[in-house]
């Protein structure tokens, strides 16, 4: 019930009451003359027939207004019921989309795009779901839709169209659509980390530099994924010097900060460009005030393959450490690669044989297969290989994400094999868990 239909009911009552009332006592009356004529009613009479002529005419003009604002009611009605029907396709579609049910989740999401009170929510739902099935043509028509229809929110599209680019392997259009958008003045925390990982994958460290930069003002990025793409920019830029003309990575080196320069991330990268060029006495002393700053384990397995001249000296730094240090698998690798560099074969096989037991992952075993197949035992041999191959295959994704460190680990460890093969067959010793041939 409406407040105007319950307010003419408690008015009703009430004049119902009050003629009741009246007609106890002295009703009294009411005269109109009119010359010739003349009327005589009774009070209570009258004000029924007020009564009764006000309610009349109250609800003929709402019945009036009910007849003229029909069709606005009614279309206001349809309205509802397809909004309330584009409610219910939505979350359907939604089910659907996260059911993996490409096709019904299109469909049902696209269909009441115009109807629905989300409709960029619908349109990149179903263009997610073209996206799915393959369908690129659809994608950019539902992309294009919500650009049209919804240029408050361009950014969130052009995001979401720079995303499929991405996954569909095209790197550079979606570079090219972030960049627009960046050049507009448009920021976002999605954009800004989108843009940055093109840049990184497009090896573009000049573009990503800038992007950092403004960054750093904007504050979008966390100061923890700022450092760490900063370094990884260092890094990626030694690289590059050293795979150019001259000596440009000692140039990039020097022209980072006191703060680079002991990082050990950067000292592992141009530890690693200066053993790759045989500059050895270099990578030695790098490295040794490198560890002598901060113990760092790849620190440590690097120094191993620093062959210097000052190998003596080298040596006892590293008894040193294996006296204070936790005997790690790193460090007993670097010793016997050194001791089997000043040709101390022995220790260099027990310290290798200690370094296989220890390391789960088996990383050291293949060069302890190659040890044992210079001996003649070819079973143990190939059981140190196959128990290598396991432990390559768990440090695949790192090593193949950084082909300069498997090139300098890869050649230092066919060196390291070559002068296992050079042993001999004439030395004798035990395998652990091996057994005799």
Same mark, same amino acid.
């Given at each position: ?8 009911? +408690? ?67 349809? %309205? ?46 179903? =263009? ?14 539902? @992309? /294009? ?11 969130? +599209? *052009?995001?979401? %169209? ?14 090219? +659509?972030?960049? /627009? ?24 460290? $000049?573009?990503? *530099? ?12 966390? =100061? ?48 690693? #460009? ?7 006495? &270099? ?9 002598? %700053? ?75 297969? @190659? ?18 191959? *396991? ?12 082909? $300069?460190?498997?090139? #300098? ?9 070559? &002068?296992?093969?050079?042993?001999? %067959? ?12």
């Amino acid at each position: 019930m409406t407040f105007g239909a319950l307010f003419w009911l +408690v008015a009703v009552l009430g004049f119902v009451t009050a003629l009741a009332l009246l007609s106890g006592g002295d009703p009294g009356y009411v005269l109109i003359s009119r010359t010739p004529y003349e009327i005589e009613v009774s009070l209570s009479l009258l004000l029924f027939g007020l009564l009764v002529t006000t309610t009349l005419i109250y609800f003929l003009i709402r019945l009036l207004i009910r007849f003229f604002r029909g069709p606005e009611d009614w279309r206001r009605w349809r %309205r509802r019921r397809k909004q309330e029907r584009a409610t219910r396709s939505t979350l359907s579609g939604f089910a659907r989309l996260i059911e993996g049910d490409w096709p019904m989740a299109e469909r049902l999401l696209s269909h009441h795009l115009n109807d629905s009170s989300t409709p960029l929510l619908d349109c990149l739902g179903a =263009a997610y779901a073209a996206e799915q099935r393959g369908d690129e043509n659809a994608r950019n028509r539902y @992309l /294009a839709w919500a650009r049209e229809h919804d240029p408050d929110h361009l950014v969130a +599209v *052009e995001v979401t %169209r720079a995303r499929f680019l991405e996954r569909a392997g095209q790197i550079a259009q979606a570079r090219q +659509v972030l960049e /627009a958008l960046h050049d507009q003045g448009h920021r976002s925390r999605a954009l800004q980390g989108l843009l940055v990982k093109l840049l990184h994958q497009e090896g573009d460290w $000049d573009a990503l *530099e800038k992007v950092l930069n403004d960054s750093r003002r904007s504050k979008l990025l966390s =100061a923890e994924q700022t450092k760490a793409l900063t370094r990884e920019l260092g890094v990626a830029r030694l690289m590059t010097e050293a795979q150019g003309p001259g000596d440009g990575v000692s140039a990039a080196w020097r022209r980072l900060s006191r703060k680079e320069r002991n990082d050990a991330g950067y000292v592992v990268t141009y530890a690693r #460009v200066l053993i790759s060029e045989r500059r050895m006495n &270099q990578a030695e002393q790098l490295l040794r005030r490198a560890i002598y %700053r901060q113990w760092n384990t790849e620190l440590v397995s690097l120094y191993g393959l620093a062959h210097s001249d000052r190998l003596e000296e080298q040596i006892r730094m590293a008894e040193t450490w294996a006296t204070t240090q936790e005997r790690s698998p790193e460090l007993l690798m670097t010793l016997a690669r050194l001791y089997l560099e000043k040709g101390e074969k022995e220790k260099a096989i027990a310290l290798l044989m200690e370094t296989s037991r220890q390391d789960e992952s088996q990383r050291y075993a293949m060069e302890l297969g @190659l040890l044992l197949e210079s001996m003649g035992r070819s079973a143990d041999a190939l059981q140190c290989y196959r128990r290598g191959i *396991e432990g390559l295959m768990e440090d695949a994704a790192s090593t193949l994400d950084n082909p $300069d460190l498997l090139l #300098v680990e890869g050649s230092a460890n066919a060196n390291f094999g070559s &002068q296992f093969l050079a042993l001999g %067959r004439h030395t004798n010793v035990s395998a652990p868990n091996s057994k005799e041939s």
